[in-house]
């Protein structure tokens, strides 16, 4: 198996925010709004945790104008353009955008009906603080919804993906994705950070040949 190899945990330069914002995310976030959409029950507020350049809440408004969302990160360069992007669309009464640390957040237990998040867990150096905090934050019986990017078996499948999905890339997006991949999780560790919650390993799965996907409804467990 391929070791995990970390990335810098904050994205936080113009260029890194540039090249991100400017890859074809339109398939990847498309599909986690319409699967998130199968679960959620429509109540909001709605936590989107390592939001980007926010174009998943963005994805979410469109579709359902009545949610109310707050999205979270801790790189500042993105956040100057996710609200660049939400004021271009006009969705500011929707989306509020905060820059906080995944890792610990300033919310309340509880307070939000769905916490959903995709790609921050890879950046994580303890992964298991982010879904600590994500757990916590979340009301009984709300929806967790967590997907991120699946660390492939070997250098070579590793290089096959990055040929399949960044092939018009610029060599500084190919690099981002390729060592994206090489921090990123496999199953059974995702399923050790959510046992310790409480949750079943079957509540995480592979959902494509790059990612993994936690469904869950919080659950009163000995964590807050």
């Not at 390592?50 to 469109?62: D, N, S, V």
């Not at 957040?105 to 995709?118: E, T």
């Not at 070579?156 to 990123?184: C, D, I, K, P, W």
Request: aromatic residues 6%.
């Amino acid at each position: 198996m391929l070791p995990r190899v970390l990335e810098a945990e904050v994205m936080d330069t113009p260029e890194e925010a540039r090249d991100y914002d400017a890859m074809d995310h339109s398939v990847v976030n498309t599909l986690f709004v319409d699967d998130f959409l199968r679960y959620w029950d429509g109540r909001s507020p709605v936590l989107d945790v390592g939001t980007g350049t926010a174009q998943i809440p963005i994805e979410l408004a469109r579709r359902c104008p009545s949610v109310r969302i707050v999205a979270v990160d801790l790189a500042e360069q993105m956040l100057v353009l996710a609200r660049y992007n939400v004021s271009r669309v006009q969705l500011q009464k929707c989306i509020r955008l905060e820059r906080v640390d995944a890792k610990s957040m300033p919310y309340a237990d509880g307070v939000f009906a769905a916490v959903m998040s995709n790609s921050i867990i890879h950046h994580l150096p303890e992964p298991e603080r982010g879904f600590s905090e994500m757990h916590r934050v979340c009301q009984k019986g709300g929806l967790l919804f967590i997907r991120d990017l699946l660390r492939p078996s070997s250098r070579e499948a590793l290089q096959a993906l990055v040929e399949l999905y960044a092939t018009g890339a610029n060599e500084h997006q190919r690099a981002m994705f390729a060592a994206s991949l090489h921090a990123a999780l496999t199953i059974p560790e995702v399923q050790a950070c959510v046992a310790r919650l409480g949750y079943p390993p079957e509540t995480v799965q592979q959902t494509s040949d790059r990612h993994w996907t936690w469904v869950a409804r919080k659950v009163d467990t000995h964590q807050p």
